[in-house]
């Protein structure tokens, strides 16, 4: 739970929690254990479009999601501190390069949302 | 008179968590195509292509007759369907999410109306004796499926699609050197942009 310091990591961390109640009063009656941390729009993009590709660099992702540099690199660190995308620098050339990456963690934690949502959908047909 | 009942509707179930949750599943599916048509287009299968497609220049131009240059080309351009069929269904299988099958029915999608009229138009060339257009009308056509169809993936593929067609528009005005501008086309072109591809976008 203790908010890690942002000084620099080279290996991805191990996923911080499972479930990020960023506001857990608000939505917890109807949606308990919702995945904060990827259901934000932004997020979710560059999750799904991780697990279609084997990796993706930062100038991908950004025309792929249609952002701005500074509005991506929030929210891929986001990503990044919980364990769901990996990072790599290098050069290309005299090119700096950033690489993403979906890790194990990222992978299942896109699983556990989308049965999430099937869920949701299904409770709501039935009742 | 009487007051307004203000008595509130007799609630549905709220629509929005479930419309939301349906949205968010269709966001992620339709995130997932557009990163997958990405870099859906194999480089190995283009490289392929390219390699087929000078043998065939090769076997094509030693043909004596019209009719049997033409049939070397029709089964070339069977072969490389059947290669680029192959490797991008190889290349989005490598993607174990069930939810990702773009990229292929992109590429039928814009592929396909050129080639049919590229069909017509070479039934209809060779019945009025055109032969010597019909190596500019496929490069032209060939492109312009390649612009469409590469419009939402990587930069160069709409750049090989312009190329083709600046190849095509050559052969149309200088049809004595067609076969030459076969073999760039469609043997050279897809040599050097698959290499481009696999390099820089992992195979």
Redesign the interface.
Known sequence: MAKQSTAKKTVPQKPVAEVHNAQPAKEKSAAPNLDRLIHERLRLGIISALAANESLTFSDLKNLMNTTDGNLSVHARKLEEAGYISCTKFFEGRLPKTEYKLTAAGRSALENYVSHMESLIKQMRNS | MKPIPLVPKPQT?PPA??DR??D??R??RE??????A??GISGFGSIAIGITALLACVIAAQQATFNGWIAVWFAEGLISLLIAGWSMDRKAR??D?P??SGPGRKAVFSLTPPMIAGGLLTIMLVQAGLTNVIPGVWLLLYGTGVITGGMYSVRVVPIMGICLMALGALALFSPAYSNWFMAAGFGGLHLVFGAIIVRKY?G
């Open positions: 179930e968590l479930h949750a349906m968010n599943l966001y992620i995130t997932m195509e557009r990163a997958t990405f870099t490598a993607i999410m939810l990702g992992g």
